[in-house]
């Protein structure tokens, strides 16, 4: 399998990076192919331009390179995974800034008309996401509504034909112990594991010596 990873936290030595590079590992010591991106790290530009707000016609061909490199690879992916801060109820920018530069019409999805309903083209048919939050789950549901939970299972994957989705979330993290950390990076491991498992896996997994 081709597994795009993608992190989105802009300080090096963060436990979003421990997670990144904890399901990297377990996911090539698998035998994947893993397309792995720090963001922040690469300097990835998150500001859409004029020119790339269109949002039924097909994209233009962008002039970013590193733009371009994602949208090339997207299509080849097999599976998705996002690392990131529960950051008021969003993504980080640089992560939102590449769901609207990347996963842009003709790309990730085609649209008929401005009402009508969007036909998915991105391929991987699952994907994973692992948060960390300092809000408890109790009140990340009752007051705020778990909007992350919206954003990815309900309106950014499946719109671009993403419809296995599964999200986890380490909390509460800023203040945590370092066995609590070490258990939730064997469970993100886990997890990696768990997704190329998932029906729809195409390719035999080898299990590590």
Not at 63 to 76: F, G, I, P, S
Not at 142 to 162: H, K, M, R, T
Request: with cysteine.
């Amino acid at each position: 399998m081709r597994i795009g990873v993608y992190l989105a936290h802009p300080r090096p030595g963060s436990f979003n990076h421990a997670v990144f590079d904890a399901v990297v590992e377990e996911l090539s010591g698998r035998g994947s192919q893993v397309v792995a991106h720090d963001l922040c790290a690469e300097g990835f530009a998150p500001l859409l331009s004029a020119e790339e707000t269109e949002t039924v016609a097909a994209a233009s061909p962008t002039q970013d390179a590193q733009v371009m490199l994602h949208r090339t690879e997207v299509a080849t992916l097999d599976a998705l995974v996002f690392v990131h801060p529960n950051w008021w109820g969003m993504p980080p920018a640089v992560l939102t800034g590449w769901v609207q530069r990347v996963l842009a019409p003709g790309v990730a999805y085609k649209l008929g008309t401005a009402e009508g309903e969007p036909i998915g083209l991105v391929k991987a048919g699952r994907a994973l996401v692992l948060n960390t939050s300092d809000t408890p789950a109790e009140r990340e549901e009752s007051e705020f509504g778990d909007p992350l939970q919206n954003i990815w299972a309900s309106c950014v994957l499946p719109y671009v034909g993403v419809t296995d989705v599964r999200r986890v979330v380490f909390r509460t993290v800023t203040d945590s112990a370092g066995e609590t950390r070490a258990d939730w990076l064997r469970q993100a491991r886990r997890e990696a594991a768990a997704l190329l498992a998932r029906p729809g896996c195409r390719d035999t997994v080898p299990t590590p010596n």
